[in-house]
């Protein structure tokens, strides 16, 4: 009855050594998969900021076609015709979607973007606010300037989060 109450003992205690073992492997591997779920997840989550990038950068290349008539006017007889009001609301929805996303792009960009908004806003201000031709070429070209760094620096990130 002894030896069977050791040999008892002895299997329960490599039952218990394998159990052990099998648990220790299984926690491993479920370590394992969490570390390659939250990868897969960082992943997707910078894709899609990427993808959010893009968007932006849509949108700051329409309005820099709006505005680039501006830099190329040789006279102010060259922007006869030209509906500024419609370049002003152009403008203005480019600073909201830019508004929407201003904590990403911060994130994702060189660009400090309370002050490019504060600049973007102050633009559109004098844009509308200046009454002779002149001064509205002039807030123009300036727009269209500050629009080509913001491309220039959200490509510039987009196309490094694309190395990645």
Excluded: C, P, W
């Amino acid at each position: 009855m002894d030896i069977i109450v050791i040999i008892i003992g002895v299997l329960g205690s490599f039952a218990s050594i394998f159990g052990a073992y099998f648990a220790i492997k299984a926690k491993n591997e479920a370590v394992s998969s969490a570390k390659l779920a939250e990868s897969a997840k960082n992943e997707v989550l910078k894709k899609q900021k990427t993808t959010s990038l893009t968007g932006i950068l849509f949108e700051a290349k329409k309005t820099q076609q709006i505005f680039g008539k501006y830099s190329i006017a040789q006279s102010n007889k060259s922007l006869v015709g030209v509906q500024f009001g419609k370049d002003s609301e152009s403008l203005q929805n480019f600073i909201f979607h830019f508004n929407e996303n201003r904590e990403m792009i911060e994130q994702t960009t060189d660009l400090e973007t309370t002050a490019t908004y504060d600049i973007l806003n102050q633009l559109l201000s004098d844009f509308s606010d200046a009454k002779g031709t002149s001064d509205k070429k002039d807030f123009g070209k300036k727009t269209r300037i500050l629009i080509d760094d913001i491309i220039f620096k959200m490509k510039k990130s987009i196309d490094n989060r694309n190395e990645e």
